[in-house]
């Protein structure tokens, strides 16, 4: 049974650090995309940073420059370090790992899930 959880999420003030750990347990991911994605209150879930099997990585307009995204094969995990934080990041956090259509940036198609971990940024 494949399992994704998400661990380091947290409450901090705007300008502040965070990194989310995802732990993929059951399947070998290592040469499929894996994400990171968010969802806030009443908006729709989007993508915010991807790597494929090969290391490429796609992050979303808002968060270049901020967050990076990075994978460790051998150990099944992804990561999202996340610097200079704003109120707009808030959100809950969601791993997500493999896709029908490929390249793990767009909800639809997404294979499997974590349970998210909430982030709040506060100004």
């Known amino acids: 049974q494949v399992k994704v959880v998400e661990y380091g999420g947290g409450s901090l003030q705007a300008g502040g650090s965070l990194k989310l750990s995802c732990v993929v347990s059951?399947?070998?991911?290592?040469?499929?995309?894996m994400g990171w994605f968010r969802q806030a209150p009443g908006k729709e879930r989007e993508g915010v940073a991807a790597?494929?099997?090969?290391?490429?990585?796609t992050y979303a307009d808002p968060v270049k420059g901020r967050f990076t995204i990075s994978r460790d094969n051998g150990k099944n995990t992804l990561s999202l370090e996340m610097n200079n934080l704003k109120p707009e990041d808030t959100a809950m956090y969601f791993c997500a790992a493999e896709s029908l259509f490929g390249g793990c940036t767009k909800a639809a198609g997404i294979q499997y899930w974590g349970q998210g971990t909430q982030v709040t940024v506060s100004s």
């Open positions: 790597i494929d099997g090969a290391g490429i990585t």
């Open positions: 059951g399947y070998d991911f290592s040469g499929y995309c």
